[in-house]
């Protein structure tokens, strides 16, 4: 049903009834008080249903009377109506009427009335003298109306501006959002590949179920815990798990929730939700993404500050100190971004614990996997070993999203199981991106050959680099070719040596496209960003440049005060001569990770040429075949394979590329 006054709405300390309850009387009266000026100005009368009227003029209601045709005659102020003795007949239409009505004459005539009575004509009048109430109330009547309107105004804008205070009052209020012990939605058994961090955990939860077994022998509850890790590594997960294994309340915000516009706002927020909690200890807060407030505190600097969110902070270090020693309050907050955070809020007792969830290794994947595959029909080929095998690297958030798109490539094929060449076509698309319209540029398709054939060759040629898993033409995401590498285990620390190897791969394809293609083009882009990023990690964060020996100076994520050069505001912490020996040690590394790729492609390159003649045939290859390849090319033996395609003028025209097509057919067919 319609409300014009809205919703109705319990609002804190209030009783949740309507703003007008209570005031059911004005209501009343405001309809008591329409209705009488309704039965006052609207008289109702019961009259039948009129008989059909001939109108007639003066003279012809005269001649009708003396003619004795007139039974009744009804007088008004200016008409006259009534019934015939005999219906009059219409001329012109040649309808009869039995009644009449006539327009009476401006002036009063006086020889009406004798002369409807010598004619026996029983006559009626109207009484248009006006009733005792509407003489009464009628001067009164606008006034009284006017009143009402004034008075129904005033509630509705009273109501209004009540409301709207009660809003305000509002405003400070926390939006955190209450989780009770009836809601478990998630507990620890949803949670895998993260076995340390549900450890730590799992005491967090047993301190506040058995918070007498930690006090009895004078141990103090911990105040707070920090989750840290990178992105999808399952930290609001298992704050999730917490609130469904502690079994107490659990309050969930994100930190985003406490900033406002107004200074003030926030730490009301801050200070609102405090109090909750202590009133439903024991208890359970968490903020999410909490470094948006619990930035380091940078007053009086270049960049300026922010007020509203500094007093956040200020009172969420406040609210942490006032808890009791023991009083069942802990807070869980989750980032990623560790290092920005203010020391205040890390120095112990406040977050007392930092738990950290990294990302998986093999065995934690598998574990993932078997979660997220649960409500998964499987086919009998799907080796989750074998699979968590081939993600190293992948957060839980990314082998969720593995097992979701291998359910919907098995939807489209309309399978009722979910097969491992589902799980490998959607393995592609997460890390290679879709897979695009083949290229049918005859001289592009060559270069991008030669390029991809080198990454796969220097890769092929150094010791310690991951093994080439396959090497491809065929366009993926916005990459032309793609040479991917699949390591065999996780690696949590690279040694000089394999980042240099590894700078060398990545410079294969440009030093490939030199020797072959006798001039470079943009494909390299990506190439030349990464192994760029990759010496200058090495110089300025590793120490691995031998004449600069083992300093720090400083990396992307020192904005905070202390950084080196980072930061706009802040100067570097060293001078120009270190920054111009810093430059020369990048070079100096990139120049020999060039100089290393091109010995080794110059020496072999007809194994070169045989892996981009093969990848021009057939497009893709895999590890077995690339590596009988490069057996068979080095070895001497002779193959049959055919030479790739001299270098001509650009056969970019529509028919080259379709002879091109159709020569690929049977090649096509054969595999």
């Given at each position: 049903m319609f409300d014009p006054f809205g919703p109705i709405v319990p609002q804190p300390g209030g009783s949740g009834q309507h703003p007008f309850a209570g005031r059911w009387w004005l209501a009343v009266?405001?309809?008591?008080?329409?209705?009488?000026?309704?039965?006052?100005?609207?008289?109702?009368?019961?009259?039948?249903?009129?008989?059909?009227?001939?109108?007639?003029?003066?003279?012809?209601?005269?001649?009708?009377?003396?003619?004795?045709?007139?039974?009744?005659?009804?007088?008004?102020?200016?008409?006259?109506?009534?019934?015939f003795k005999k219906s009059y007949l219409d001329s012109g239409s040649g309808q009869s009427y039995p009644g009449y009505t006539t327009t009476l004459l401006p002036v009063a005539d006086p020889g009406l009335v004798p002369l409807l009575i010598g004619h026996r004509v029983e006559m009626t009048g109207d009484d248009q003298t006006p009733s005792a109430w509407l003489q009464m109330l009628g001067p009164l009547l606008p006034t009284l109306l006017l009143l009402l309107a004034f008075g129904l105004f005033y509630m509705v804008m009273g109501a209004r501006s009540r409301r709207g205070q009660r809003d305000i009052s509002s405003v400070g209020q926390s939006h955190a959002r209450l989780y009770t012990e009836e809601r478990p939605n998630t507990t620890f058994a949803d949670v895998a590949g993260v076995e340390s961090a549900k450890s730590e955990l799992s005491q967090e939860v047993d301190f506040l179920r058995n918070a007498w077994t930690y006090q009895r022998p004078g141990a103090r509850i911990p105040k707070g815990a920090l989750l840290v890790g990178p992105p999808g590594t399952g930290k609001t997960l298992l704050a999730r798990a917490v609130a469904g294994e502690a079994r107490v309340p659990f309050f969930s915000i994100s930190a985003t929730e406490f900033v406002e516009v107004f200074v003030g706002v926030g730490a009301s927020r801050v200070r609102d939700l405090f109090e909750k909690a202590k009133a439903a200890a024991p208890c359970i807060i968490f903020i999410d993404e909490i470094d948006a407030i619990g930035r380091r505190r940078d007053s009086g600097r270049l960049g300026g500050s922010n007020d509203e969110r500094e007093q956040t902070l200020n009172q969420l270090l406040v609210a942490m100190d006032g808890f009791e020693p023991n009083q069942a309050v802990i807070v869980l907050a989750a980032t990623n971004r560790p290092d920005?955070?203010?020391?205040?809020?890390?120095?112990?007792?406040?977050?007392?614990?930092?738990?950290?969830?990294?990302?998986?290794?093999?065995?934690?994947?598998?574990?993932?996997?078997?979660?997220?595959?649960?409500?998964?029909?499987?086919?009998?080929?799907?080796?989750?070993?074998?699979?968590?095998?081939?993600?190293?690297?992948?957060?839980?958030?990314?082998?969720?999203?593995?097992?979701?798109?291998?359910?919907?490539?098995?939807?489209?094929?309309?399978?009722?199981?979910?097969?491992?060449?589902?799980?490998?076509?959607?393995?592609?698309?997460?890390?290679?991106?879709?897979?695009?319209?083949?290229?049918?540029?005859?001289?592009?398709?060559?270069?991008?050959?030669?390029?991809?054939?080198?990454?796969?060759?220097?890769?092929?040629?150094?010791?310690?680099?991951?093994?080439?898993?396959?090497?491809?033409?065929?366009?993926?995401?916005?990459?032309?070719?793609?040479?991917?590498?699949?390591?065999?285990?996780?690696?949590?620390?690279?040694?000089?040596?394999?980042?240099?190897?590894?700078?060398?791969?990545?410079?294969?394809?440009?030093?490939?496209?030199?020797?072959?293609?006798?001039?470079?083009?943009?494909?390299?882009?990506d190439d030349l960003q990464r192994v760029t990023h990759m010496a200058r990690t090495m110089v300025m964060e590793l120490g691995m440049a031998e004449d600069l020996g083992p300093q720090y100076f400083g990396g992307p994520g020192d904005d905070a005060p202390g950084g080196r050069g980072y930061s706009p505001w802040e100067p570097r912490a060293y001078s120009e001569e270190t920054a111009r020996r810093i430059d020369a040690a990048v070079r100096r590394l990139i120049d020999d990770a060039h100089e290393r790729a091109r010995t080794l492609?110059?020496?072999?390159?007809?194994?070169?040429?045989?892996?981009?003649?093969?990848?021009?045939?057939?497009?893709?290859?895999?590890?077995?075949?690339?590596?009988?390849?490069?057996?068979?090319?080095?070895?001497?033996?002779?193959?049959?394979?055919?030479?790739?395609?001299?270098?001509?003028?650009?056969?970019?025209?529509?028919?080259?590329?379709?002879?091109?097509?159709?020569?690929?057919?049977?090649a096509q067919a054969s595999r």
């Amino acid at each position: 049903m319609f409300d014009p006054f809205g919703p109705i709405v319990p609002q804190p300390g209030g009783s949740g009834q309507h703003p007008f309850a209570g005031r059911w009387w004005l209501a009343v009266s405001g309809l008591l008080l329409c209705t009488l000026a309704f039965s006052i100005l609207v008289p109702t009368t019961t009259r039948s249903t009129p008989p059909p009227q001939m109108t007639l003029s003066y003279s012809a209601f005269l001649a009708q009377v003396q003619a004795n045709n007139v039974k009744t005659a009804r007088l008004s102020g200016s008409t006259a109506s009534g019934l015939f003795k005999k219906s009059y007949l219409d001329s012109g239409s040649g309808q009869s009427y039995p009644g009449y009505t006539t327009t009476l004459l401006p002036v009063a005539d006086p020889g009406l009335v004798p002369l409807l009575i010598g004619h026996r004509v029983e006559m009626t009048g109207d009484d248009q003298t006006p009733s005792a109430w509407l003489q009464m109330l009628g001067p009164l009547l606008p006034t009284l109306l006017l009143l009402l309107a004034f008075g129904l105004f005033y509630m509705v804008m009273g109501a209004r501006s009540r409301r709207g205070q009660r809003d305000i009052s509002s405003v400070g209020q926390s939006h955190a959002r209450l989780y009770t012990e009836e809601r478990p939605n998630t507990t620890f058994a949803d949670v895998a590949g993260v076995e340390s961090a549900k450890s730590e955990l799992s005491q967090e939860v047993d301190f506040l179920r058995n918070a007498w077994t930690y006090q009895r022998p004078g141990a103090r509850i911990p105040k707070g815990a920090l989750l840290v890790g990178p992105p999808g590594t399952g930290k609001t997960l298992l704050a999730r798990a917490v609130a469904g294994e502690a079994r107490v309340p659990f309050f969930s915000i994100s930190a985003t929730e406490f900033v406002e516009v107004f200074v003030g706002v926030g730490a009301s927020r801050v200070r609102d939700l405090f109090e909750k909690a202590k009133a439903a200890a024991p208890c359970i807060i968490f903020i999410d993404e909490i470094d948006a407030i619990g930035r380091r505190r940078d007053s009086g600097r270049l960049g300026g500050s922010n007020d509203e969110r500094e007093q956040t902070l200020n009172q969420l270090l406040v609210a942490m100190d006032g808890f009791e020693p023991n009083q069942a309050v802990i807070v869980l907050a989750a980032t990623n971004r560790p290092d920005v955070l203010d020391p205040a809020l890390l120095r112990p007792g406040r977050f007392d614990r930092q738990i950290t969830a990294e990302t998986p290794d093999r065995r934690g994947r598998e574990a993932i996997l078997r979660v997220h595959t649960r409500t998964i029909p499987l086919a009998p080929d799907v080796q989750l070993a074998a699979l968590a095998q081939a993600t190293p690297g992948m957060s839980g958030a990314d082998l969720a999203n593995l097992a979701n798109e291998a359910a919907l490539n098995a939807a489209r094929r309309n399978a009722t199981r979910v097969a491992a060449s589902d799980f490998d076509e959607a393995l592609d698309r997460i890390t290679l991106g879709a897979e695009g319209p083949a290229l049918l540029n005859a001289e592009e398709r060559r270069t991008v050959a030669y390029h991809e054939g080198g990454h796969a060759l220097v890769a092929c040629l150094l010791p310690d680099t991951d093994p080439v898993h396959r090497v491809t033409i065929t366009p993926r995401g916005r990459s032309l070719g793609v040479t991917q590498f699949r390591p065999a285990d996780e690696r949590r620390t690279y040694r000089r040596d394999y980042l240099l190897q590894r700078m060398a791969v990545g410079l294969g394809g440009r030093v490939a496209e030199e020797l072959a293609c006798e001039e470079i083009t943009s494909g390299a882009q990506d190439d030349l960003q990464r192994v760029t990023h990759m010496a200058r990690t090495m110089v300025m964060e590793l120490g691995m440049a031998e004449d600069l020996g083992p300093q720090y100076f400083g990396g992307p994520g020192d904005d905070a005060p202390g950084g080196r050069g980072y930061s706009p505001w802040e100067p570097r912490a060293y001078s120009e001569e270190t920054a111009r020996r810093i430059d020369a040690a990048v070079r100096r590394l990139i120049d020999d990770a060039h100089e290393r790729a091109r010995t080794l492609l110059v020496e072999h390159r007809a194994t070169l040429d045989a892996i981009a003649g093969a990848l021009l045939r057939e497009e893709s290859l895999d590890r077995a075949e690339l590596a009988a390849l490069v057996r068979r090319s080095m070895s001497g033996a002779s193959t049959a394979e055919p030479q790739p395609l001299p270098r001509t003028a650009r056969q970019d025209t529509v028919d080259a590329a379709a002879r091109y097509v159709e020569s690929r057919e049977p090649a096509q067919a054969s595999r």
